[in-house]
T-cell receptor, first 114, second 115 residues
Framework: DQQVKQNSPSLSVQEGRISILNCDYT??????FLWYKKYPAEGPTFLIS?????DKNEDGRFTVFLNKSAKHLSLHIVPSQPGDSAVYFC?????????????FGKGTKLSVKP | EPEVTQTPSHQVTQMGQEVILRCVPI?????FYWYRQILGQKVEFLVS????????KSEIFDDQFSVERPDGSNFTLKIRSTKLEDSAMYFC?????????????FGPGTRLTVL
């Protein structure tokens, strides 16, 4: 039962270009979405989030877009840098009436080549 | 910058033994969580804890698991009788004040190996 899906297990991008990571969800109760970055042997590090009342949130090189009708969100990184190479997890929560437990996708491994 | 810490970083145990994984959440946070990630799989929610009690738990969090906040700083996960399939990375996370939608901050994880 994959409520949060990241269908691309890996993505390779040239330094300086845009990286686009995609995520789909099935549960219409989700109203808060987050992207985490994870290096091997470390915990997930929060990157950026978006509430369902918005369709875009930007923070420096990172922008998250939310399309509620398609139950789809994407993370854009521009320009991509070699230090961005990591596994990126999409996560979702249904905050109303709960403690916001996160449901994670399987992750996309991003490789940014110099 | 405040961070979530976890000890030990790696725990090796024999099947059937009890283990306690320890976490120190960020000091002014009120919500606490445990997640786990089996090698090659996604991060899975185990349990959330608020106001000194479990608020939600997943199917994974059966009677072999328990959580405790024994003092004002520590948050522990106990596995009473470990099984081979409990081998995983266990992540603690914490979140800020009630009523504010905000992100969860994760610790570096404890790698549990059950032999």
């Amino acid at each position: 039962d994959q409520q949060v899906k990241q269908n691309s297990p890996s993505l390779s991008v040239q330094e300086g270009r845009i990286s686009i990571l995609n995520c789909d969800y099935t549960n219409s109760m989700f109203d808060y979405f987050l992207w985490y970055k994870k290096y091997p042997a470390e915990g997930p590090t929060f990157l950026i989030s978006i509430s369902s009342i918005k369709d875009k949130n930007e923070d420096g090189r990172f922008t998250v877009f939310l399309n509620k009708s398609a139950k789809h969100l994407s993370l854009h990184i521009v320009p991509s840098q070699p230090g961005d190479s990591a596994v990126y997890f999409c996560a979702a929560s249904a905050t109303g009436g709960s403690q916001g437990n996160l449901i994670f996708g399987k992750g996309t491994k991003l490789s940014v080549k110099p | 910058e405040p961070e979530v810490t976890q000890t030990p970083s790696h725990q090796v145990t024999q099947m059937g033994q009890e283990v306690i994984l320890r976490c120190v959440p960020i000091s002014n946070h009120l919500y606490f969580y445990w997640y786990r990630q089996i090698l090659g799989q996604k991060v899975e929610f185990l349990v959330s804890f608020y106001n000194n009690e479990i608020s939600e738990k997943s199917e994974i969090f059966d009677d072999q698991f328990s959580v405790e906040r024994p003092d004002g700083s520590n948050f522990t996960l106990k596995i009473r009788s470990t099984k081979l399939e409990d081998s995983a990375m266990y992540f603690c996370a914490s979140k800020g004040p009630a009523g504010i939608i905000n992100e969860q901050f994760f610790g570096p994880g404890t790698r549990l190996t059950v032999l």
